[in-house]
C-alpha cells in the first residue's frame, strides 16, 4: 500500500543523531538533577529536626519544663549535631562502598534499566524518610536504615550517565558539554533546596515525599526514552581520540541498512576493577577527588546550618542563601570544562581553581557574614571554586580515562572507571561530614581549617599530572618554533 516511496518517506522521518544526542542530554541531565535533588532536604530539614524552641515561645505542653520540646526526637538531645553526621554518614559511606561495585554491575547490565531501576528505589527510600513524620516514627534506627538503603541504591545513577553520555560524545569539546551538563548537580540541590524549604516550617515530611515522587518519575520516564548507545539506533559512534568529520554523521535509517548487512561486530569484554586502576592518571584523580568532594559535600549537608548558627536566618532563609553555592558551583565546571578544553590540561585547570579555594574558603569563614552582600558574593566564588574541580574529574576526566588510548578502542570500561573514581571520592564525602559533626561543636573556625587542609591535600596530590601536562606543552611550544626534543 505504500508503494515504492515508502522508505524514503520514512528514513526522512527517522530522528538524526543530533536528536539522539541532545534527547541523551536531557535525560541524563533530569536524571541526575533528580538524584541531587532526593539528596538535599536533609541538609535543609535538620534546623526543624532540633531548633530554636525559645524563639517559638512558651512551651505549649503544660506538663513539661523541657526546653527541646520543639524539637523531633531522638534528635532533641545535646548530642544532636553527632546524631545528624551519623545520618549523613550512614547515606554517604553505603554510597562509596556501593559505588565500587555499581561500576561493575553497570558495564554489564543493560543501562537503562539499572538506570531506571536505581531511580524508582532511590525514589522509595526518600519518601521513607520523609514519612516518618507522618508515622510519627521517633527511632534512630528506622531513618539510618533508610539512609543505608538510599545510599546504596543511589550508586546507580552516576556510573550509567556518565557512561550514557560518554559513548554518544568524543572528546573534542567533551569539557564544555559535560561541563554544562554537569550543572544538574547544583540544579538539583537549588531545586531540592526550594521544595524542601516550601514545606520544612509546616510538614518536613513532605520535603522528602515529593523530591521521592519526581525522581521515581523521572525513571519511568528514563525507562521509555534513553538510548544507551549510538549503534543501538544505527548512529555513528563518536570517535574519542581522533577528530573526523565522519564522527559527526548522522543516523542511518534500519531500512538503508537493509541492503547493506553488517557483520556482528565481536562484543569487547569489560575491564576488571584492577585493570581499571592501571589507567595513567585513575589513581590520582581519584585520590584528589576524595578530599575535593568531602569540601564540596561538607558544604551541601552543613551550610544551612551554619548560616542558621552564624548568620541567625530562619531555616527556611538559610535553606534559599545555601542554594547562591550551588549558583557557583553551576558556573565554576562551566569555566572549568571550558578552559581545560582549551588548555588540553584537565590536572592543571583542577589545580589552580583548588589553590583558589583555599584562601576564599578563610574569607568567608571570616568575612562573609558581614552583610548580606558579601555573604552572596563569597558563597558564589567559593561555590565556583569548590566544586569546579569536582565537576570537572567526574565528568570530562572521567569519561576520557574511561575510554583512554590504551584501551584500543574499548569503551567497556567507562561505567567501572567512572564508579572507581567517584567512589573514591564518596569516601571523602562520607568523611566531610561526619568530621564536620564531630568537629563543629569546638567551633566553626576549626571546621573551615579542615576543609582548607583537604583542599591543599587535593591539589598536591595532581601534582605528578600537572608536571606531565606542562612537559608537553613544553614539547609542543619546542616542537612549533623548530627545536629537537628528546
Not at 34 to 46: A, D, E, G
Not at 125 to 154: D, E, K
Not at 291 to 301: G, I
Request: aromatic share 12%; with cysteine; glycine share 10%.
Amino acid at each position: 500500500l505504500l508503494g515504492a516511496e515508502a522508505p524514503q518517506t520514512l528514513s526522512s522521518l527517522l530522528p538524526s543523531s543530533h536528536s539522539y544526542r541532545g534527547l541523551t542530554l536531557v535525560l541524563t541531565f533530569l536524571s541526575y538533577t533528580s538524584y541531587h535533588l532526593s539528596r538535599k532536604p536533609i541538609s535543609i530539614v535538620k534546623s526543624q529536626l532540633h531548633p530554636n524552641c525559645s524563639a517559638l515561645g512558651p512551651n505549649p505542653h503544660n506538663d513539661s519544663n523541657s526546653t527541646t520540646w520543639c524539637c523531633w526526637a531522638p534528635f532533641d538531645g545535646d548530642n544532636y549535631k553527632e546524631l545528624f553526621g551519623a545520618l549523613d554518614n550512614a547515606f554517604l559511606v553505603a554510597y562509596a562502598i556501593g559505588m565500587f561495585i555499581s561500576g561493575i554491575f553497570g558495564e554489564r547490565l543493560p543501562l537503562r534499566y539499572y538506570l531506571s531501576g536505581g531511580m524508582v528505589l532511590s525514589g522509595l527510600f526518600t519518601a521513607l524518610f520523609g514519612l516518618g513524620y507522618f508515622w510519627n516514627i521517633h527511632v534512630l534506627w528506622y531513618f539510618i536504615i533508610v539512609q543505608v538503603c538510599n545510599g546504596l541504591v543511589q550508586t546507580t545513577g552516576w556510573p550509567a550517565v556518565v557512561a550514557c553520555v560518554g559513548n554518544w560524545f568524543g572528546k573534542g569539546k567533551r569539557g564544555l558539554i559535560m561541563g554544562i551538563w554537569n550543572s544538574h548537580t547544583s540544579v538539583g540541590n537549588i531545586l531540592g533546596s526550594l521544595i524542601a524549604g516550601a514545606w520544612v516550617s509546616s510538614a518536613w515530611g513532605l520535603s522528602f515525599v515529593v523530591p521521592g515522587i519526581i525522581i521515581t518519575t523521572v525513571g519511568i520516564i528514563c525507562f521509555f526514552f534513553l538510548v544507551e548507545y549510538p549503534e543501538d539506533v544505527d548512529c555513528s559512534p563518536p570517535l574519542h581520540h581522533v577528530s573526523c568529520a565522519d564522527s559527526q554523521r548522522a543516523c542511518l535509517s534500519s531500512v538503508d541498512h537493509s541492503n547493506s548487512p553488517k557483520e556482528p561486530a565481536e562484543e569487547p569484554e569489560a575491564i576488571s576493577f584492577f585493570g581499571a586502576l592501571r589507567i595513567p592518571g585513575v589513581v590520582e584523580f581519584s585520590l584528589c577527588l576524595l578530599f575535593a568532594k568531602l569540601v564540596s559535600y561538607t558544604f551541601l549537608y552543613w551550610l544551612p546550618l551554619y548560616i542558621v548558627n552564624v548568620a541567625h536566618f530562619g531555616a527556611k532563609e538559610a535553606g534559599d542563601l545555601s542554594t547562591l553555592f550551588d549558583v557557583g558551583g553551576i558556573l565554576g565546571g562551566i569555566f572549568a570544562g571550558l578552559i581545560s578544553d582549551y588548555t588540553g590540561g584537565r590536572a592543571t585547570t583542577c589545580c589552580v581553581m583548588l589553590v583558589l579555594a583555599a584562601p576564599m574558603l578563610f574569607l568567608y569563614n571570616h568575612v562573609g557574614q558581614n552583610g548580606i552582600g558579601i555573604s552572596i558574593v563569597m558563597l558564589i566564588i567559593c561555590g565556583a571554586l569548590v566544586n569546579g574541580p569536582y565537576a570537572l574529574i567526574t565528568t570530562a576526566v572521567s569519561a576520557d580515562l574511561g575510554t583512554h588510548e590504551s584501551l584500543k578502542g574499548n569503551a567497556k570500561a567507562l561505567s567501572t572507571v567512572t564508579a572507581i573514581i567517584d567512589g573514591t571520592g564518596s569516601i571523602g564525602a562520607a568523611l566531610g561530614p561526619l568530621l564536620a559533626g564531630l568537629i563543629s561543636p569546638t567551633g566553626w573556625n576549626n571546621v573551615f581549617y579542615m576543609l582548607i587542609a583537604a583542599d591543599v591535600l587535593a591539589c598536591l596530590l595532581l601534582a605528578r599530572v600537572v608536571v606531565k601536562e606542562a612537559r608537553g606543552w613544553c614539547g609542543y611550544m619546542a616542537r612549533q618554533r623548530g627545536y629537537v626534543v628528546t
